[in-house]
T-cell receptor, first 109, second 113 residues
Framework: EDQVTQSPEALRLQEGESSSLNCSYTVSGLRGLFWYRQDPGKGPEFLFTLYSAGEEKEKERLKATLTKKESFLHITAPKPEDSATYLCAVHNTGNQFYFGTGTSLTVIP | DTEVTQTPKHLVMGMTNKKSLKCEQHMGHRAMYWYKQKAKKPPELMFVYSYEKLSINESVPSRFSPECPNSSLLNLHLHALQPEDSALYLC????????????FGPGTRLTVL
């Protein structure tokens, strides 16, 4: 059965303290892996799409990478406005789509 | 216009009521989605509408009924809901049915009494 697990469940960082969020996936066949951020009470906001192992995408302080078993979202020198829940999601070759369990990030000034 | 709008923002209904949620996008997207999100949980896909075809998550009960009047509008009809159906209902759209780069609306907060 397909699974998408994110770790840690919650993360508190000091402003400027870089870190990485993990998304581990077990799927029958990967068509795409996606990263979103979600602020409280709002819909998710699209960040990145990754399609194949070795692929990397960057946007401001965020960088997403993909291997055959997991994806990382690296946050460099985070700011308080980066505080949110970060969700990864997978689209498999069975045309199914799942969100992961999410990581709640808090960046302290 | 890169916005997905949802109405109403909040809805309180009894278990015998019939109500509808509305979602609209004007980005020319050909796929639209309904998700259910419980507190502290990720969104769960309920339905996908693309090119006039409907895909249903088999675990979604029949008291939820989607309707797509045209390519810009997506409704979710609610009937005989249960208190456990209380959640945030999110609508999203994307260019096509690859789930890529979905734009989400702000959601409708539903409470079933």
């Amino acid at each position: 059965e397909d699974q998408v697990t994110q770790s840690p469940e919650a993360l508190r960082l000091q402003e400027g303290e870089s870190s990485s969020l993990n998304c581990s996936y077990t799927v029958s066949g990967l068509r795409g892996l996606f990263w979103y951020r979600q602020d409280p009470g709002k819909g998710p906001e699209f960040l990145f799409t990754l399609y194949s192992a070795g692929e990397e995408k960057e946007k401001e302080r965020l960088k997403a990478t993909l291997t055959k078993k997991e994806s990382f979202l690296h946050i460099t020198a985070p700011k308080p406005e980066d505080s949110a829940t970060y969700l990864c999601a997978v689209h498999n070759t069975g045309n199914q789509f799942y969100f992961g369990t999410g990581t709640s990030l808090t960046v302290i000034p | 216009d890169t916005e997905v709008t949802q109405t109403p923002k909040h809805l309180v209904m009894g278990m015998t009521n019939k109500k509808s949620l509305k979602c609209e996008q004007h980005m020319g997207h050909r796929a639209m989605y309904w998700y259910k999100q419980k507190a502290k949980k990720p969104p769960e896909l309920m339905f996908v509408y693309s090119y006039e075809k409907l895909s249903i998550n088999e675990s979604v009960p029949s008291r939820f009924s989607p309707e797509c009047p045209n390519s810009s509008l997506l409704n979710l009809h609610l009937h005989a809901l249960q208190p456990e159906d209380s959640a945030l209902y999110l609508c999203a759209s994307s260019q096509d049915w690859t789930y890529n780069e979905q734009f989400f609306g702000p959601g409708t907060r539903l409470t079933v009494l």
